[in-house]
């Protein structure tokens, strides 16, 4: 079958308006945007990264405690997967985004960094980032260890288990992100809920309280979700080709017929 061009897509003048003239946009996205790299997002039920084992079992301080190994073997094995990921025209499509708007955040819950390998700059990671490691007992940042046979690798400062740096259940977001988030909420004329669920607080927040202060929402997800009924928009259909077609359809004279939003591995 045939591609459909994505400046083809059909979006409504008012909400084309509206993000034309928006000098604040904010952007929150989950595992969906990252779904079309191929790294599986959570929740799906066959597919998704825990559909063979109980989120409690894998992503909890208490599970680290319980089975160290595991659990450290689990992210060996998602960060080999992310590592071969490139990003896909969503992530490129919101990095574009952020060049033509005056002020543009983006607050993401992923942890595999391809927002920032697609060029994004104001990034506000929630959940942490797979590509570091910390102290599971000091909580600092450890960039190099030892070659040992320890799995998981412990502390070269104190000899406590070496952990992902990712927020588990039960764990805080760190405080800076939150402080950055709740700054630019407080700013934001327009509000995108991306690839979410919205099931994970407090990110499944942030809509309600951007709507609270006034922001258009903006949801594209493929599916509903508990953050629908509050969105202003609803762009149903996947990321990665509804986001291109609003840039190409929002600044025509930058994105032109023949853009091309594809990526390739450097
Ligand atoms: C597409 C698509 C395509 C697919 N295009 N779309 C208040 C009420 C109730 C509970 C709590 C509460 N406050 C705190 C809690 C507890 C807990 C929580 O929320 N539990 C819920 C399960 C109810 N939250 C916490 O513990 C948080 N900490 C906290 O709040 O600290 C203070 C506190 C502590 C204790 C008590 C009270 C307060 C921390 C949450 C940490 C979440 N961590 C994880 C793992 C990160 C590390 C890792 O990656 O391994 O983060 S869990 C997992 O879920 C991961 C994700 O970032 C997060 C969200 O998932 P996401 O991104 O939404 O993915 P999916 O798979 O759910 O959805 C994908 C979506 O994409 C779907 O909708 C698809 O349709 C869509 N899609 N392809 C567009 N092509």
Redesign the pocket.
């Known amino acids: 079958m045939a591609e459909i061009p994505v400046n083809s897509i059909q979006f409504s003048e008012e909400l084309i308006r509206i993000i034309r003239s928006a000098t604040h946009i904010l952007v929150l996205?989950?595992?969906?945007?990252s779904?079309?790299s191929g790294i599986p997002?959570?929740?799906?039920a066959q597919t998704?990264?825990w559909a063979k084992y109980n989120?409690e079992d894998?992503?909890t301080p208490e599970s680290f405690q319980r089975n160290p190994r595991l659990v450290w073997e689990w992210?060996t094995w998602?960060r080999d997967l992310i590592q071969k990921a490139i990003p896909n025209p969503?992530h490129l499509a919101l990095a574009v985004m952020e060049k033509l708007v005056p002020n543009f955040h983006l607050i993401t819950?992923?942890?595999d960094n391809l927002h920032r390998i697609a060029g994004s700059q104001n990034i506000i990671e929630?959940?942490?980032n797979?590509f570091q490691t910390k102290c599971s007992y000091e909580d600092i940042i450890i960039e190099s260890w030892p070659e040992t046979r320890d799995i998981p690798p412990r502390c070269p400062r104190c000899n406590h288990f070496l952990r992902?740096n990712?927020?588990?259940?039960?764990?805080?977001?760190p405080q800076q992100a939150i402080t950055s988030a709740i700054n630019c909420i407080q700013n934001c004329e327009v509000f995108f809920s991306?690839?979410?669920?919205?099931?994970?607080?407090?990110?499944?927040?942030l809509p309600l309280t951007a709507r609270l202060q006034g922001s258009v929402i903006i949801e594209?997800?493929?599916?509903h979700?508990p953050m629908t009924y509050l969105a202003d928009f609803v762009l149903k259909?996947?990321?990665?080709k509804?986001l291109p077609g609003l840039i190409a359809n929002i600044w025509p004279q930058f994105y032109p017929q023949d853009t091309n939003f594809s990526s390739s591995k450097s």
């Open positions: 996205t989950g595992a969906g945007i779904a079309e997002t959570f929740r799906e998704g990264l989120p894998l992503a992210y998602r969503g819950q992923n942890v929630f959940h942490g797979i992902p990712v927020v588990w259940f039960g764990e805080s977001i991306i690839g979410t669920s919205s099931l994970v607080e407090p990110s499944a927040s594209i997800n493929l599916e979700t259909g996947p990321s990665g509804i």
